[in-house]
């Protein structure tokens, strides 16, 4: 028998001190000796000015550079067929010598990336799940990882939470055995103080027993991918039922937070929510302040804005943290407004913003005289009947909302989305709205906001959010 059906036979208590065996070993390798020196110094570099950030990053930016020249095979091949002496990249600025690195020559070429002296560093290996199932799998130091995690408590320490605050956890991990049709549809990590709810099991029928565990335990945190914790906020809304105490924040992670989600979760949950970007090669994070506003943390990787329409740009990251597997001016398909980019924030953030982010490159429907639409959760602003939302184009010529309907959505709810998605793609493309009890999710718990079945040019396959 297999560890994983070991555990989905094993009863409810048995099943949470197995989660909690595997939170405290979690916890020892983050949060071991010589962790407090990182997240200290992690902390200390909040406090930097654009002048001395810009500093800090240009000598891990060489000191990167180095050593991809001298240990990773991709980098020596290619600073060799260049010409080119790393020395001659002395800052940010002169890193457009090289070329853009796709995901797919990454894949392709996965173990050039991967430094010489790897075995010599402590690394674990992480993988990264591609949408059609092709994701990359690479050794990360546990020094890269701990910094990762200092800069997830820096930003989380901006709304009072800290390594002892309680949380609701819902994410894509399957901890709840899935033929269970009763509560508990949770479990419970002692030392990781994470409360981890099902986001398998998350049907109107059972939703109250979610909201009546919320209010028994009230955890000050609470912490999901966006899409799990607006089918909860949907379901409350709908239900009138509510959270008897405050929570401190609600934060969200791995997947674009849409406009229409975030208003949706505060109302319900009566709390401000924050999101974060992260991605899993551990190349680039930004980072919501108290004002709301998303910063680049620039300390941890050099993020480029690749223009690519008005006041729109993909994010390309250079990581400074992981030495073992080293990627320069890596392109994460991720889209981001730049309107804003380099105004000062009053918070004293030293790192850009970055007004929003507008979801990844690969989510947009094309028309059928060959337009590519973009940013279509701005049709979902004002839809406040609308529970949840996905686009699904099966061809060229049609689209389908698939729409979880709120309790008061009506017919002038319908003709109002098709009227506003017309006046994006046009009169061409035939519109169609669905009704379905819940969206489709991929392997991860996911949901994608456009599924295109539409194959216009190869969708490159972009990094993993986190
Ligand atoms: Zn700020």
Not at 42 to 56: H, K
Not at 365 to 375: H, Q
Not at 402 to 407: A, L, S, T
Request: net charge positive.
């Amino acid at each position: 028998m297999n560890g994983e059906n070991l555990y989905r036979l094993s009863p409810v208590w048995l099943q949470n001190t197995l989660c909690s065996a595997y939170g405290l070993r979690v916890n020892l390798r983050r949060y071991g000796r010589g962790y407090s020196a990182i997240e200290r110094e992690v902390f200390r570099r909040e406090t930097l000015s654009v002048d001395q950030i810009r500093t800090l990053q240009n000598k891990r930016l060489k000191a990167i550079v180095a050593r991809a020249a001298t240990k990773v095979p991709y980098y020596r091949d290619l600073f060799r067929r260049l010409g080119l002496d790393p020395r001659e990249i002395m800052s940010v600025e002169d890193l457009k010598v090289l070329p853009l690195l796709t995901r797919a020559e990454v894949q392709e070429r996965l173990a050039e990336f991967v430094s010489d002296d790897y075995e010599q560093l402590t690394t674990t290996l992480w993988r990264t799940s591609g949408t059609t199932g092709t994701g990359l799998v690479f050794p990360m130091t546990l020094r890269a990882e701990r910094e990762q995690w200092a800069l997830w408590w820096r930003y989380r320490a901006r709304f009072g939470i800290d390594r002892s605050t309680w949380y609701a956890h819902f994410y894509g991990r399957s901890v709840v055995p899935l033929d269970q049709t009763t509560p508990p549809f949770w479990r419970v990590n002692y030392p990781g103080k994470q409360i981890l709810f099902s986001g398998y099991h998350m049907s109107d029928r059972v939703l109250g027993h979610y909201v009546r565990e919320l209010n028994r335990r009230r955890p000050p945190w609470i912490q999901g991918y966006p899409s799990l914790l607006s089918v909860l906020a949907g379901y409350m809304l709908n239900a009138g039922e509510s959270l008897s105490y405050r929570p401190i924040a609600v934060t969200t992670g791995s997947e674009t937070l849409l406009p229409y989600q975030r208003a949706m979760i505060e109302k319900a949950f009566g709390a401000a929510c924050h999101e974060h970007y992260g991605t899993t090669e551990a190349v680039a994070n930004m980072s919501e302040c108290r004002y709301g506003k998303l910063h680049v943390d620039e300390d941890f990787g050099y993020v480029e804005f690749v223009k690519n329409g008005e006041g729109n740009a993909e994010l390309v990251a250079t990581g400074f943290a992981n030495e073992a597997f080293v990627l320069l001016r890596y392109r994460l398909g991720d889209n981001v407004d730049i309107t804003h980019a380099h105004e000062q924030c009053a918070c004293g953030n030293p790192g850009r913003m970055v007004k929003g982010i507008d979801g990844r490159i690969e989510d947009y429907v094309v028309t059928p005289d060959g337009r590519k639409i973009g940013r279509l959760d701005h049709i979902l602003k004002d839809m406040v009947n609308v529970r949840e939302c996905q686009i699904v184009q099966e061809d060229v010529n049609r689209v389908v909302f698939r729409v979880v309907r709120g309790k008061k959505f009506t017919e002038a709810d319908h003709d109002k989305l098709v009227l506003e998605a017309r006046k994006r793609l046009g009169s061409t493309i035939r519109i169609d709205v669905a009704y379905v009890p819940n969206l489709e999710r991929s392997k991860t718990g996911k949901v994608r906001f456009v599924v295109s079945r539409v194959s216009t040019e190869r969708r490159d396959e972009n990094s993993g959010r986190c």
